[in-house]
């Protein structure tokens, strides 16, 4: 994944980073920010999880989405 980055950096990327982009679900959500200030690389497990469903894994997504997610966590 690549370095990570110090406390004080990742704090001081998050204080750079609040309000320069606005929120998104799929792009750019709470998970993508934090992961972009420790690591310089926004990532959403949680969206790279649902992404991964079949089109007919949608009809589903209520009752697979927790289990997925936990599988993740």
């Known amino acids: 994944m690549g370095r990570t980055r110090s406390p004080k950096e990742t704090v001081d990327a998050a204080n750079r980073a609040v309000g320069k982009k606005g929120y998104d679900l799929v792009d ?3 998970e993508h ?3 972009k200030c420790k690591t310089g690389k926004p990532r959403s497990k949680q ?5 991964s469903f079949e089109a007919v ?8 989405l927790p289990v997925a997610i ?3 966590f």
Not at 57 to 64: G, V
């Open 70 to 72: 936990k599988e993740h």
């Open 28 to 30: 750019g959500n709470c």
């Open 47 to 51: 969206v790279e999880t649902v992404e």
């Open 57 to 64: 894994d949608i009809l589903f997504l209520p009752y697979a």
């Open 33 to 35: 920010f934090a992961s």
